[in-house]
Every structure is written in C-alpha cells, then in structure tokens.
C-alpha cells in the first residue's frame, strides 16, 4: 500500500514536501515514483527514483525544482518541491513499479493522492 501526504495550499514560490509511505514491496517493484493530474488534464509523470540504486528522473518541467528521495529504512520516499507555480497545482500521487520509467503504464500500484494548490 501507498499513502501521500503534505499535500496543502501555498503561495507561488514557496515550497512543500510530499512523503508517500509504503508498507512492504509488491512483487517485482523496483521503483517508485509520483504522478501528479491537474483538473481536466491527463495524470503527468512528475520524478522517480529506484529503491537500491537511488537512480533519478524527473520530468523537464520539475527539474531544478523537485528532488524525490527515499529513505529505505523507513520505506518513505520524498518530493521536495520548490519554487512552486501555480501550474504546479494539481493531485499528486505516488506509485510503485517495476520499471524506473515516465510511463504511469510501468506502475503497478498507486496511492490515493495528496492535492497541492499554488496560489498566485
């Protein structure tokens, strides 16, 4: 299972970081990762990372805002998001699957979101 959390409302430029804990590993996950769907929109890759490498990606749009990490012993995996715009705005969630991939395809399990709203 996946829970998000630190979802809320914040100003343009300031920041939040989203924690998604995780009881146990399904089978064959490797990776985890989060999405996030603005309304009317389709859900976007956001980052990733592997759990045993720490190996990263983060979408074009993010980079050199958002950092995921992890904690292996705690089984949490971060998003610290920074200078946040109001088109950061949208229902984040958090995902598990066998591939270190952009494609919410390669994710087998997912959380129940978080929503985070940028006001301007």
């Known amino acids: 299972q996946l829970q998000a959390s630190g979802g809320g409302l914040v100003q343009a430029g300031g920041s939040l970081r989203l924690s998604c804990a995780t009881s146990g590993r399904g089978s064959g996950v490797t990776t985890v990762g989060w999405f996030r769907q603005a309304p009317g929109q389709e859900r976007e890759f956001v980052a990733s990372i592997k759990w045993v490498t720490g190996s990263t990606l983060h979408a074009d749009s993010v980079k050199g805002r958002f950092a995921i990490s992890k904690d292996n012993v705690k089984n949490t995996m971060y998003l610290q998001m920074s200078s946040l715009k109001p088109e950061d705005t949208a229902v984040y969630y958090c995902?598990?699957?066998?591939?270190?991939?952009?494609?919410?395809?390669?994710?087998?399990?997912w959380g129940q979101g978080t929503l985070v709203t940028v006001s301007s």
């Open positions: 995902a598990a699957g066998t591939i270190n991939s952009p494609f919410s395809g390669h994710y087998r399990y």
